[in-house]
C-alpha cells in the first residue's frame, strides 16, 4: 500500500505565500504522476494542479494559473504546491494524490490521497 503525507497548510494573510509538501512512503513501484486538490466547506473537491511522472508537463486549474506551481522535489514521488499571491477563495483542505497512469484533471482516476493539510486565508 502507499501512503501520501501532506505538509505545510496554516494561516496566511491574502497576498502572501505558502508552500505544501507531499511525500510517498510504503510500496511505492517507480514515480507516479501526482497532483494537487483542494476542498472547501459545503463544495466538491476540486482540481488544483498536476504533474507527469517525468516531470516535464503540469497542468492548472485557471483559477491558480500563474499563482501556482507544482514542481517535483528530488526524493522520488515527492511533490509541492507553491503557492503565491493567496486569495481568501483559496482557503480549502490540501489534498495530495497519486494516479498509477497518466497526470489528470479529474480526481475519481487517483488511486492514492493523502489525509489533506488547511490553507486559511484572510483578509
Known amino acids: 500500500q502507499v501512503q501520501l503525507e501532506e505538509s505545510g497548510g ?18 511505492t513501484l517507480g514515480t507516479y504522476p501526482m497532483g494537487w486538490f483542494r476542498q472547501a466547506p459545503g463544495k466538491e473537491r476540486e482540481f488544483v494542479a498536476a504533474i507527469s511522472r517525468s516531470g516535464g508537463s ?10 501556482f506551481t507544482i514542481p517535483r522535489g528530488d526524493a522520488k514521488n515527492t511533490v509541492y504546491l507553491q503557492m503565491n499571491s493567496l486569495k481568501p477563495e483559496d482557503t480549502a483542505v ?27 486565508v484572510s483578509l
Open 94 to 120: 490540501y489534498y495530495c494524490g497519486a494516479d498509477r497512469n497518466s497526470a489528470t484533471m479529474d480526481a475519481d482516476r487517483y488511486d492514492y490521497w493523502g489525509q489533506g493539510t488547511q490553507v486559511t
Open 58 to 67: 503540469t497542468y492548472y486549474a485557471d483559477s491558480v494559473k500563474g499563482r
Open 10 to 27: 496554516g494561516l496566511v494573510q491574502a497576498g502572501g505565500s505558502l508552500r505544501l509538501s507531499c511525500a510517498a512512503s510504503g510500496r
